[in-house]
């Protein structure tokens, strides 16, 4: 059974920086790999997504901000978020699956793995 983990969330002011960490167990052959938010009445939303290629996919909101990386040894996916803003604030979650890097945009939410989620709360 795949399980995906999210830590490293908090409050932060903003300007701030936070570094999100989503372990994922067992390894599994993934095509695509990506966070998501959820603000507070808010529908789910995509923010960026890694791709097998190395490629990524960003939304406006993450560009220039947002970067995403894995650790292939630790399996492991990271986001690291910088100048971060009130608008930011909201549950992050990690998901992946085994899509082919054609079908893998910041958008899609339609991930067969997710994890539980890490609270991210920004103050003006």
């Known amino acids: 059974q795949v399980q995906l983990m999210e830590s490293g969330g908090g409050s932060v002011q903003a300007g701030g920086s936070l570094k999100l960490s989503c372990e994922v167990s067992p390894f599994i052959s993934w095509g695509c790999m990506g966070w998501f938010r959820q603000a507070p009445g808010k529908e789910r939303e995509g923010v960026i997504a890694l791709r097998k290629d190395g490629s990524i996919s960003y939304a406006d909101s993450a560009k220039d901000r947002f970067t995403i990386a894995r650790d292939n040894a630790k399996n492991v996916l990271y986001l690291e978020m910088y100048r971060l803003k009130p608008e930011d604030t909201a549950m992050y979650y990690c998901?992946?699956?085994?899509?082919?890097?054609?079908?893998?945009?910041?958008?899609?939410?339609?991930?067969?793995?997710w994890g539980r989620g890490t609270q991210v709360s920004v103050s003006s």
């Open positions: 998901a992946a699956d085994e899509r082919s890097v054609g079908y893998c945009y910041w958008w899609q939410t339609d991930f067969n793995y």
